[in-house]
């Protein structure tokens, strides 16, 4: 008898994202708006970093919980952005990037058989992680209350069982756009509390932000309203606001109890982000600032240019975003996006990430990210027009 595969892992679904993008690297000349990235290359001051860093001997092996120094600038930035106050060497937990934040976090609070509250469309690495963790994600749905997503509270009340453990929600939200009000986290923090439940924010996305006062004023944290004592961690990375995608280092912030069974799980999956990265990333929250603020300027350009495109576009309802950097669009009357997706690609070379890759309520919607440039933005918004037109 041949030995196979464990059953759980064959309940993980493949991401349907990578599975487009795969046919589409085969591919000359597409125009890639399919993953969650810009096509700016990471800024010369960090990569400059990384270079001193291997020079200054940053080649060994660090704690567990990432470098002392990134906890303390990690400290600095929430102190300085958010407002909070918190123990570096308690409360963060330096990442090979944020899935994995995600993934040390999920497998120190999930038994087999429980059961993990997910707000979608979201970013299906959530879900995914639940099930490797033999559990079991529940989606809930936001529905797009008019111009605006919303969330549906007695939706969520109704999924709670005696399994339940946490609820996993993404602020700003990959793929909508949508920003947690104020009163949306007061209440998501209450219902978190009421049933005994983590609440597990998502917000890599923070920084990415177009209803502040001022640009790249951030999003305010879940951070802000929760207690040292509260149930709550937050999953963050360097990726998005750094263009840092292929460094992977991000971090938790949590609960000491959590803190300290994430950083000791680090050890058996990658012992520690690397130690140069971890340096360089260091650099990036010290010195970049100006980068941050001229990146999200440009993002909030790029939004304009789209919506206004697609807007003009038959058959497409687009929900304006205020934060990340993808466009939602639902489209008329379809039900398979994932073949939409790929007919577009092979016959336009233009790539787009199916909604249903996202989740309860994702099906019928199509992702652009609008983190290019305007060189592959603009002929990408012309073929899509030509295509929903035939």
Same mark, same amino acid.
């Given at each position: ?8 892992? #064959? ?13 589409? @690297?085969? @591919? ?19 990569? %400059? ?22 906890? %303390? ?19 963060? &937990? ?7 934040? #995600? ?14 509250? &997910? @707000? ?42 005696? %399994? ?50 001022? $640009? ?5 944290? $879940? #951070? ?5 004592? +509260? ?51 260091? $650099? ?19 939004? +304009?240019?789209?919506?206004?495109? @697609? ?40 790539? #787009? ?38």
């Amino acid at each position: 008898m041949r030995p196979g595969l464990s059953e759980s892992s #064959l309940r993980v679904p493949y991401s349907r994202i990578r599975e487009l993008a795969e046919m589409a @690297m085969g @591919m000359e000349g597409v125009l890639k708006l399919y993953f969650g990235e810009s096509n700016l290359p990471t800024p010369e001051f960090i990569k %400059r970093a990384a270079v001193r860093a291997l020079e200054e001997g940053y080649t060994f092996y660090t704690e567990n919980a990432g470098l002392p120094s990134l906890r %303390r600038a990690i400290v600095r930035h929430y102190a300085r952005f958010q407002r909070v106050e918190l123990d570096p060497a308690s409360e963060i &937990v330096v990442t090979a990037s944020g899935v994995q934040a #995600l993934q040390v976090a999920l497998r120190a609070l999930l038994d087999p058989g429980d059961e993990a509250l &997910v @707000m979608t469309p979201a970013w299906p690495n959530g879900s995914s992680i639940v099930a490797m963790a033999n559990a079991k994600a529940v989606q809930i749905a936001q529905p797009l209350q008019g111009e605006r997503y919303g969330i549906d509270f007695d939706a969520i009340e109704r999924a709670v069982t005696p %399994r339940t453990k946490l609820l996993i929600y993404t602020s700003p939200s990959n793929p909508l756009g949508w920003v947690a009000t104020e009163d949306d986290q007061r209440r998501l923090l209450d219902f978190a509390r009421r049933r005994g439940l983590w609440l597990i924010a998502d917000e890599v996305y923070d920084r990415l932000y177009y209803g502040g006062q001022a $640009i790249g004023e951030p999003v305010p944290s $879940i #951070l802000r309203m929760a207690t040292r004592d +509260d149930a709550v961690a937050v999953v963050h990375s360097f990726s998005k606001s750094y263009c840092m995608t292929g460094w992977r280092v991000g971090w938790l912030v949590a609960r000491a109890d959590l803190a300290k069974m994430a950083a000791e799980f680090n050890e058996f999956v990658v012992s520690h982000a690397a130690s140069f990265t971890q340096r360089a990333a260091e $650099i990036a929250l010290d010195e970049g600032e100006s980068t941050v603020v001229s990146f999200v300027a440009r993002l909030k350009e790029n939004r +304009d240019l789209c919506l206004d495109a @697609m807007t003009r576009m038959p058959r497409l309802t687009v929900p304006s975003p205020d934060g990340a950097f993808y466009l939602f669009p639902k489209v008329e009357g379809l039900t398979d996006s994932f073949e939409f997706c790929k007919r577009l690609l092979f016959e336009k070379k233009v790539g #787009l990430a199916p909604g249903v890759a996202f989740g309860a309520g994702g099906e019928g919607s199509i992702r652009l990210c609008y983190a290019a440039s305007l060189e592959v933005l603009e002929p990408a918004l012309e073929r899509l027009s030509a295509f929903l037109e035939k």
